[in-house]
């Protein structure tokens, strides 16, 4: 029988986002290291495993947030929702971010030369995004819609022209990888976007900001890494 420390973190997740405060406190990363078993990451950060199932337990019972079980969602659905909520979501608040960003390197960039870092992981994290959520709503979202209508109407469907979508979901979750892990650092280099003692407005709200981006950037990903790709694996090879 399989127990709670075999379970993947990703999966835990996806049964109750609630979860995720629980692994945020303990640093351990759901949404792109969600494949790991909870066991493996709690070993990883030299953590008692069994506190932290404990506190999993607890909220595992707690309401969902917003009570949305995105698990019972049709994949047409939760592509469509994760395109007009965490899409539109960041090309809003990329440019903004890059407006800040330069303003910050120019008036305090002298005395706080860490943004200088921030800005060029930023900028190229708004760039892999991007170029990342076109390729999803293009290629990938379109080919996830067709198979969830035909399963609704038990219609057959065609192989899609990049074989399975098991080939552009790796490409995917490559890149959510590589932006996940740019955050990261930004978060470290940020001091968790803690702005400093001489820090503006502008530098308050910027910080706020990339916290709230990175925050909603987790959301994004995990509904993706744990929920949406996997559930599609399965669907093609349900239908196929």
């Known amino acids: 029988m399989e127990t709670l420390s075999d379970k993947t973190v990703g999966s835990l997740v996806a049964r109750n986002y609630k979860t995720s405060a629980v692994f945020a406190k303990h640093g351990i990363d759901f949404c ?12 990883k950060k030299n953590l008692d495993l069994e506190q932290v199932e404990g506190e999993l337990a607890v909220a595992l019972e707690q309401k969902q947030e917003g009570g949305a079980d995105y698990n019972t969602w049709p994949l047409d659905l939760l592509a469509g929702y994760i395109v007009k909520t965490h899409h539109r979501y960041v090309a809003e608040k990329i440019p903004m971010l890059r407006t800040w960003l330069d303003k910050l390197c120019k008036v305090h960039g002298e005395r706080h030369p860490e943004l200088f870092q921030i800005h060029e992981l930023f900028f190229n994290s708004a760039d892999e995004l ?3 959520m076109q390729k999803e709503e293009l290629v990938l979202f ?16 065609e192989r899609p022209h990049f074989g399975t979508v098991q080939n552009p979901i790796a490409m995917m979750e490559h890149e959510h990888d590589l932006v996940g892990n ?6 470290r280099l940020s001091g968790n976007y803690a702005p400093p003692a001489d820090g503006c407005t502008t530098y308050r709200v910027g910080f706020a900001t990339l916290k709230e981006f990175e925050e909603d950037l987790h959301k994004h990903i995990h509904l993706e890494n744990n929920i949406l790709f996997p559930r599609a694996i399965a669907l093609e090879k349900e239908l196929l």
């Open 32 to 43: 792109c290291g969600g494949g790991r078993s909870l066991a493996d990451a709690c070993a």
């Open 142 to 157: 379109p080919v996830i819609r067709q198979m969830a209508q035909a399963r609704q109407e038990g219609k057959p469907t």
């Open 182 to 187: 740019w955050f990261k650092e930004i978060a």
């Open 130 to 132: 991007e170029g990342h």
